[in-house]
């Protein structure tokens, strides 16, 4: 596999570094050649002023106490002198007096001054004036580049000559090429270093991308459990944390479908039961009265009553059925309003009251409150409650008693229905709520096996809590928590 991403980094680095050497190298040789010159300029303006104070010392002892004028013949003693301060001072030196009539100059003698550029007055002029002055206008007379400096020769009021100190510059041209060479070597050195590292932290960089590209493959095929193994602090660690994110949400998400799957599988398994047993009982009644078999009629009434048992087990069913679908609809839009809690769980007992004196079961009901404001359902929170107090009532022992009892704080209300029955095993309580679960002991007991989850589907829809606790062969105690709104 290509993998671009590290040839663009190593080009980007290569050539950022070959941008900053080239800018490196025109800074170092404008700023190093500045540096050479201005050197060289300080340099020289030393040597220059100690060569004029020299040669007015000379002139002070050979011009006598009243003048300072001096002749050729004057000058002619200082030559020697001249000579080998040539020599001393790395360079030419000349001497023009305060007259400006002659130049007295070393080796360079066959130059007049009268062939001097133009902008040599400029110098002598501001040297007369007692300042040290610099100029590069004497190379095109010199035949070399050349920097010149000129010097005040001081006299006893003013000033009595210039000394004009020359030296070729040419020098420092080959000393910073010399240099550029030298920073063009390290800079490709430095540059192939780079480029090696540059690869090297490529591939590293990359790495991480490589493995978070085989981990979204396998995310892609199926494989949910796939995982980065990425630990950085950086934005690709953050990345790569979002992917396992994912993997895990899309791991949770398969069991999920696979439990909903297996949940659609044992729901069909159970329906198929639910609504075999009475429609082969209704098919076997039809058949014997059909086929005459059934010719009493004391028995052929049993067998009606019998056929319109089933029947209303088979509508109850049904509507079980179609009361869990709306509720399992998330579009299914519920009666939302404000009741009266109170008038819910007094209706409730009211209704239930028939059936349970018809078991011989009293219904022992506790509620201090006249009046509980709640927002909901009615209807449905009426069949939830119903729901469980016909359980407890169903699984009751004759002759025993039911409780409900609701306490409530500026928070909650505690709605508990409790029941003196067989109880719940310890491995049941996990999946009572579970369509068409029944649990150990109640068998024996008509119904759809559907009550409950209805009961849990009511309650996620109000945001209601339920708690159930049991001891087998003794008591249940089912509580709802309904959340008082402020």
């Known amino acids: 596999m290509n993998y671009r991403i590290t040839q663009k980094l190593v080009l980007f680095i290569t050539s950022l570094l070959l941008i900053f050497s080239v800018i490196m190298g025109l800074s170092f040789s404008v700023l190093f050649n500045r540096h050479m010159v201005d050197f060289h300029r300080d340099d020289m303006a030393k040597r220059a002023e100690i060569i004029a104070s020299t040669f007015s010392e000379y002139l002070g002892t050979t011009s006598g106490t009243g003048g300072h004028g001096m002749g050729m013949s004057g000058m002619r003693g200082f030559m020697p002198y001249l000579q080998v301060i040539d020599d001393i001072a790395m360079g030419d030196v000349w001497i023009v007096d305060e007259n400006e009539e002659f130049i007295l100059m070393g080796r360079n003698s066959q130059i007049n001054y009268r062939e001097l550029p133009e902008a040599a007055s400029d110098v002598i002029e501001a040297a007369m004036e007692g300042e040290v002055s610099f100029s590069e206008d004497f190379s095109d007379v010199l035949g070399v580049r050349t920097l010149t400096v000129g010097a005040p020769v001081p006299g006893n009021t003013e000033t009595q000559a210039v000394v004009l100190l020359h030296a070729p510059i040419g020098g420092m041209e080959s000393v910073t090429l010399s240099g550029l060479r030298i920073f063009g070597i390290s800079s490709l050195?430095?540059?192939?270093?780079?480029?090696?590292?540059?690869?090297?932290?490529?591939?590293?960089?990359?790495?991480?991308?490589?493995?978070?590209?085989?981990?979204?493959?396998?995310?892609?095929?199926?494989?949910?459990?796939?995982?980065?193994?990425?630990?950085?602090?950086?934005?690709?660690?953050?990345?790569?944390?979002?992917?396992?994110?994912?993997?895990?949400?899309?791991?949770?998400?398969?069991?999920?479908?696979?439990?909903?799957?297996?949940?659609?599988?044992?729901?069909?398994?159970?329906?198929?039961?639910?609504?075999?047993?009475?429609?082969?009982?209704?098919?076997?009644?039809?058949?014997?009265?059909?086929?005459?078999?059934?010719?009493?009629?004391?028995?052929?009434?049993?067998?009606?009553?019998?056929?319109?048992?089933?029947?209303?087990?088979?509508?109850?069913?049904?509507?079980?059925?179609?009361?869990?679908?709306?509720?399992?609809?998330?579009?299914?839009?519920?009666?939302?309003?404000?009741?009266?809690?109170?008038?819910?769980l007094t209706d409730v007992v009211r209704s239930m009251g028939t059936v349970a004196k018809d078991r011989d079961i009293t219904i022992e009901y506790k509620?201090?409150?006249?009046?509980?404001?709640?927002?909901?359902?009615?209807?449905?929170?009426?069949?939830?409650?119903?729901?469980?107090?016909?359980?407890?009532?169903?699984?009751?022992?004759?002759?025993?008693?039911?409780?409900?009892?609701?306490?409530?704080?500026?928070?909650e209300c505690r709605v508990m229905v409790e029941d003196n029955g067989q109880g719940i095993q310890k491995e049941d309580l996990d999946r009572i709520f579970e369509r068409f679960y029944r649990h150990k002991g109640a068998e024996t007991f008509t119904g759809t096996g559907l009550g409950l989850s209805i009961v849990k589907e009511i309650a996620d829809r109000h945001g209601i809590l339920i708690d159930v606790t049991s001891i087998p062969s003794e008591r249940t105690v089912f509580t709802f928590i309904f959340k008082m709104r402020p």
């Open 367 to 411: 509620n201090p409150h006249e009046f509980l404001s709640y927002y909901g359902d009615y209807g449905r929170i009426r069949q939830m409650i119903m729901a469980v107090l016909d359980n407890a009532v169903k699984f009751s022992k004759p002759s025993s008693r039911v409780g409900v009892e609701i306490s409530c704080t500026d928070e």
């Open 189 to 344: 050195v430095a540059l192939i270093l780079s480029s090696m590292l540059a690869v090297l932290l490529s591939m590293k960089f990359v790495r991480p991308l490589k493995k978070m590209t085989v981990a979204a493959s396998r995310l892609g095929e199926g494989d949910y459990t796939a995982k980065t193994d990425i630990r950085q602090n950086d934005e690709i660690g953050d990345l790569a944390r979002t992917l396992d994110t994912l993997s895990e949400r899309l791991e949770e998400a398969s069991r999920e479908s696979e439990r909903l799957e297996q949940s659609r599988r044992d729901f069909i398994s159970s329906i198929s039961h639910e609504l075999r047993t009475p429609v082969t009982v209704l098919r076997g009644s039809l058949e014997a009265l059909k086929d005459k078999v059934i010719k009493d009629p004391k028995q052929v009434d049993e067998y009606h009553e019998q056929m319109l048992l089933e029947i209303l087990a088979l509508q109850r069913l049904v509507d079980d059925l179609l009361s869990l679908t709306k509720l399992q609809n998330p579009d299914f839009k519920m009666q939302m309003e404000e009741l009266n809690l109170t008038e819910v």
